[in-house]
């Protein structure tokens, strides 16, 4: 079987059968061929062990049509895991304590905002229960740098394989590019696992990830955020609910944000390339053996180039847009709160955390190249404190009713342009005119010009921009 002419005496074919073997037979390895792999420098154990694990995932491939669709539910599976390995419930004493702040809360909120309560009541969630109703757009977040993963891997691999196996794995490429996506899914699941064991609410990431109208906190993870605060349980929870409520609120209220903030974060991932690079390098000495290679360089986000200056824009828009609508919760949950005598130390607490992220938020920027935070949450309450103050919160709250409306990144830098449009709005006035306004005129007047074949004029007829030209002789 070996080869005279092979200097490590193993024979090319060798390896070209136990492929044909493992992929059409029962994974297993004859006596001859594991003596070829100990001249090959492989361990055969790990191999085996390696080559009926890829069996099986080629079955499952099979099963799925070849597709080259990314399988989430190692994702799921591992995420679970994470979240359920204490075991720990909710008890009925924690339920009847939060139903009773979210009733609470509710009232508070009817006098701090004119946005309408949910159609559902608000519940207490456990982790498990809270990666199941968050994972969908967890998926759609990460899925663009899945396949931009999964993509890059399979150029890798195919750039590594010998020319004469090409051939005998040309109709592989689904399963790789299935199989690369999936080992991201599952880098992913172990992130959500570990950010549902974070996570105090539904809301608390800033994006909508909870279902449309839906509301939690997690008690189980209500007593380690509550720890170092030296507040008390129940004014914590209250503060808490309610600004969960208003988050939930605001979102069902506003049908347009959900898929504005989502639309823009997978804008953002779908620019991000993968540094093919990194990966042919360590397709080149990878080592079986030591998979956790693999496993670190997805989970540091080394894969993920700098960003572009185009990326850089998108996610500065992104970070004003989260800004802006957890500025808009701050200021609606201070108002409702304003009973607690220890609010302002606890908006504060949920501020700071915001600012920082926990680990596990920190780990998901890695993976997909994007931190979820609103770095001009300040600003942003600030400009909503001085409309409120200056219209009062249903002229505020008005301006959720359209994309349109919204305040833009102008508007929080100096709200006061903000305000007088709402308050000539109130008065039934027109809106005062501004700089923006004069130049629309002054384009729409001079498309209005052509079109009638009348030559703009004040210095904007004639090439050299003289008022001398002569008049074009043609009647209007």
């Known amino acids: 079987m070996a080869d005279d002419d092979s200097p490590d005496g193993f024979d090319p074919d060798d390896l070209r059968d136990m492929l044909r073997n493992l992929l ?4 297993s390895l004859d006596p ?3 003596e070829g792999l100990s001249r090959m420098g492989l361990d055969p154990a790990m191999l085996q062990q390696m080559m009926a694990q890829m069996q099986a995932a ?3 491939a099979g099963a799925a049509g070849d597709s080259g669709e990314i399988d989430w539910s190692t994702a799921k599976t591992q995420a679970l895991h994470l979240a359920n390995q204490d075991g720990l419930g909710i008890s009925t004493g924690e339920r009847t304590e939060f139903d009773q702040a979210f009733a609470l809360a509710t009232l508070w909120l009817s006098e701090a905002t004119t946005i309408s309560d949910l159609a559902q009541p608000a519940v207490a969630m456990t982790r498990g229960q809270w990666v199941e109703q968050t994972l969908p757009i967890w998926q759609e977040l990460a899925e663009p740098v899945a396949d931009s993963i999964a993509g890059a891997m399979t150029s890798a691999i195919d750039e590594q394989l010998p020319d004469e196996m090409r051939q005998m794995v040309a109709g592989a490429g689904a399963f790789m590019r299935r199989i690369g996506g999936s080992l991201f899914a599952a880098q992913v699941g ?3 696992g570990r950010l549902s064991r974070e996570v105090v609410s539904g809301g608390d990431v800033g994006i909508p990830v909870m279902p449309d109208g839906v509301a939690a906190i997690l008690p189980q993870n209500f007593a380690d955020f509550g720890r170092d605060l030296g507040v008390t349980d ?3 929870a209250l503060y808490l609910a309610t600004r969960e409520l208003a988050h939930a609120r605001l979102f069902r209220h506003a049908k347009w944000l959900r898929l504005h903030v989502i639309t823009q974060v997978t804008e953002f991932a779908r620019g991000i390339h993968i540094d093919t690079s990194r990966l042919e390098d360590l397709a080149g000495r990878f080592d079986p053996s030591n998979p956790e290679e693999l496993q670190s360089l997805l989970a ?4 993920i180039p700098p960003r572009t200056e185009a990326q850089d824009a998108a996610l500065s828009r992104l970070e004003n847009l989260l800004a802006t609508i957890e500025g808009w919760v701050d200021v609606v949950t201070a108002d409702a709160t304003a009973r607690l005598p220890e609010a302002a130390r606890i908006a504060e607490a949920v501020r700071r955390r915001r600012a920082v992220g926990g680990p596990a938020e920190q780990a998901m920027a890695s993976l997909v190249g994007l931190e979820l935070r609103p770095r001009r949450l300040r600003e942003a309450a600030a400009m909503w404190r001085a409309v409120t103050d200056a219209v009062g919160t ?7 009713d359209y994309p349109d409306l919204m305040p833009t990144s102008e508007d929080i830098d100096a709200p006061e342009s903000l305000i007088a449009r709402l308050t000539a709005r109130a008065a039934g006035e027109a809106p005062p005119r501004d700089a923006f306004d004069d130049a629309l005129d002054e384009l729409l007047a001079q498309a209005a010009a052509e079109e009638s074949g009348e030559t703009p004029r004040d210095g904007q007829d004639g090439q050299d921009g003289r008022d001398d030209a002569p008049e074009d002789p043609r009647p209007v």
């Open 58 to 60: 080629f079955t499952n």
């Open 190 to 192: 172990g992130v959500i």
């Open 394 to 400: 249903a002229e505020r709250d008005s301006l959720w």
């Open 234 to 236: 129940d004014q914590l």
């Open 32 to 34: 001859a061929q594991l």
């Open 300 to 303: 540091s986000g080394e894969l």
């Open 24 to 27: 059409g037979g029962d994974g």
